[in-house]
């Protein structure tokens, strides 16, 4: 079964619009951690935003925010204010395994790729 | 710039050889991840390094492996390539494999198995 679940393989915003990108996880770890990244076309990874489980305020990075809502394991991405700059492909990720024993993995969703129009 | 090094970018090679994909962390990381991309599977973790040790393993398949030097740079090796060994691969590094600590990835290196 999916760990993590990103069902828009691709959405369309307009220029200075927002826009929600969709993240469900699957986990009985209680604590782990929810990150999201983004991948341009020329094919980089960068990070955007990282939520940890014991959270209680949603993550916020200037334009971008992490809508966290536990009870329904969603991590949805919010994009404020799209740029064209901002279209890329956009991948959730979490992390699991054990903190205190100094070892974790990103397990990654399929990716949803984002169209900024003008 | 994330600060992670990894090199070669491109890397073309023919089936059956063997290559070596370096990386270098940011400066004071001590963990070292590496991650594959291609089309069918998506993103995969392969390994984990802490500090000269390896931590975790994921997907990786036995033609791979990696180290992780005292100077932290890290090298995955992959040999007996097939066609579909072609794909991303990169590196991420974190100061320390803790709950909060994000990685950062670098650029990563094509490879095309022909």
Redesign the interface.
Known sequence: AQKITQTQPGMFVQEKEAVTLDCTYDTSDQ?Y?L?W?KQPS??????LI?Q?SYDEQNATEGRYSLNFQKARKSANLVISASQLGDSAMY?C?M?E?K?G???????????TKLSVIP | DSGVTQTPKHLITATGQRVTLRCSPRSGDLSVYWYQQSLDQGLQFLIQYYNGEERAKGNILERFSAQQFPDLHSELNLSSLELGDSALYFCASSVLPRAGTEAFFGQGTRLTVV
């Open positions: 604590s951690g990150f990244y020329s094919g980089e990874m960068i990070f990282y940890g991948f990720a992390r395994g903190p024993a100094g070892s974790y993995q990103l397990t990654f969703g399929k990716g």
